[in-house]
């Protein structure tokens, strides 16, 4: 809450001539990146950036990864350069946790494996509170909007954030997507579950659609992508069978055609190029919090860097 | 230029100004802004954050019983502009909220509660130069008690207040705290106005 109140207060920034603050000043910031991505890597930076930290890019391609070198090593090296953080993305589920254990600074992680993506579910949750809870948003939870997130669950970090973190602001979730998509452990999840998504979408405040993550299906988890994006895809049809103030949503990148159809992306419902522009507040609000005072108190950081 | 004669500077948390006393203080003030703006023209009253905001809604609301002129009033938060941000846990935001026509141009009466080390003031500066670039820019306190650190003045003062280092100075406003009050105690426990 803290961080979304503060995201409200710096979205105002994005509005000004001069975009920049001075908080960080002398701070580095370094983004580990292990994993492909462009719209969390160029929006840790713009976020460190405008807080003027120094901002320092790793990708794993092309550095000394290739030649073998472990992450512990590679981090031990970033942090002796000074790195007062770290944003790290990496494939395999709870690097960014053991990071945390190695270094003296702060870790974000920027998506580890399938298992979270903790500022991604930030600004999907200020997206969702500046769009439905109009007026004075600050201090307001998400109590009483249902969500419902569709798709490629098993795999998705995106959809395992968004279920805690909505969840704890009030907001009742149902994932909806194939059995084949879903992991084992969903019964634990504080949310509903649902094999049909038509069913959902009447009720539904918020739609998140989730990408097909094509390039971690190692197994034949449904028939043909056709029959996926006819039984799950979000087309105008069922664009229509939505409530009149419904939003949609997708953490990018999307798949056109597949998880959501091109009218429905570019619609005026979809909060696609909206979530973007919130990425950076957000970030630039975590990154504020972890690195603008003292000591953090140590409650709070799990809520970052779980 | 006191605004009344107050009870016996107190040192142990007692009352400096009562309701009626800052009421006078302000008043005298949004006169003195009027007279040294020529009538008030092109200003812009920005609080600073948490005090200062109600202040400056108080003193637009006086300019305008006065002159029936709508002085536009706005906030604006400098917590990213301080220069001891790294010796505190990191603080909430307060809000910065800007008159629709910006600050190019006008006169802006930063708006204060108290007066002190003039720090808080020049990260008002510094805000305000991300903003835009005001005509002029002039600075109002309710109370000021001294012991500046840089050179800053401020143009219009409510009390001058001397105080020692070690005392700490509560303003309370009826917008924030219920009730209106300036008082000062010896070493505050509630960690006061740096």
Redesign the interface.
């Given at each position: 809450m803290l961080i979304l109140d503060t995201a409200e207060e710096l979205a105002s920034l994005a509005d000004r001539p001069i975009k920049k603050l001075p908080t960080l000043r002398g701070r580095t910031v370094v983004n580990l990146f292990y994993e492909d991505s462009t719209r969390t890597r160029i929006s840790f930076e713009a976020a460190a950036k405008r807080l003027s930290a120094d901002v320092i890019n790793f990708s794993a391609k092309g550095s000394s990864v290739a030649k073998g070198e472990s992450l512990k090593d590679t981090a031990l090296t970033l942090e002796a350069m000074g790195a007062d953080a770290v944003v790290i993305r990496h494939g395999a589920s709870g690097a960014a946790h053991r990071l945390a254990g190695w270094v003296q600074g702060s870790v974000l992680n920027a998506g580890d494996g399938t298992h979270e993506h903790p500022t991604q579910a930030l600004l999907d949750a200020f997206t969702i509170r500046r769009r439905l809870k109009r007026g004075s948003t600050r201090g307001a939870g998400l109590d009483g909007l249902r969500v419902t997130i569709v798709g490629d669950v098993l795999h998705s970090r995106v959809a395992r954030s968004n279920v805690l973190l909505l969840s704890i602001l009030g907001a009742e979730v149902t994932l909806a997507a194939p059995p084949t998509l879903l992991p084992l452990a969903v019964g634990s999840w504080p949310c509903a579950v649902s094999y049909d998504l038509d069913s959902e979408l009447p009720k539904s405040d918020v739609v998140m659609m989730l990408r097909v993550q094509q390039e971690r299906m190692t197994d034949a988890y449904f028939p043909s992508v056709r029959e996926y994006s006819r039984r799950y895809g979000l087309d105008v049809a069922r664009m229509a069978r939505l409530p009149e103030h419904a939003i949609v949503m997708h953490p990018g990148p999307m798949n056109r055609g597949v998880e959501i159809a091109a009218e429905v992306a570019d619609s005026v419902r979809s909060t696609i190029v909206e979530q973007v522009a919130n990425g950076v507040t957000t970030r630039m609000a975590v990154l504020y919090l972890l690195l603008g005072g003292t000591e953090f108190p140590a409650t709070q950081i799990p809520a970052v860097a779980p | 230029m006191c605004a009344a004669s107050s009870p016996v500077a107190g040192r142990d948390g007692l009352p400096v100004l009562d309701a009626d006393e800052i009421r006078r203080a302000l008043t005298r003030i949004a006169h003195e802004i009027l007279e040294r703006t020529h009538g008030g023209d092109e200003v812009i009253l920005l609080g600073i954050p948490t005090r200062g905001v109600p202040l400056a809604r108080r003193l637009a609301a006086r300019i305008g019983e006065f002159e029936g002129l709508e002085v536009p009033c706005g906030s604006l938060?400098v917590t990213?502009?301080r220069d001891d941000?790294?010796?505190?846990?990191?603080?909430?935001?307060?809000?910065?909220e800007l008159p629709a026509d910006g600050v190019d141009g006008k006169t802006v009466v930063l708006v204060d509660d108290v007066l002190y080390s003039g720090r808080t003031v020049r990260a008002a500066l510094?805000a305000l130069n991300?903003?835009?670039r005001p005509r002029a820019v002039q600075l109002a306190v309710l109370v000021d008690r001294g012991h500046r650190e840089l050179p800053i003045r401020a143009d219009y003062v409510g009390k001058n207040l001397p105080t020692s280092q070690r005392e700490v100075v509560h303003v309370l406003l009826a917008e924030v705290d219920a009730q209106d009050a300036v008082m000062i105690s010896d070493d505050g426990s509630k960690g006061g106005k740096p």
């Open positions: - | 938060d990213m502009h941000l790294r010796l505190h846990p990191a603080r909430a935001l307060g809000r910065t510094d991300d903003l835009g």
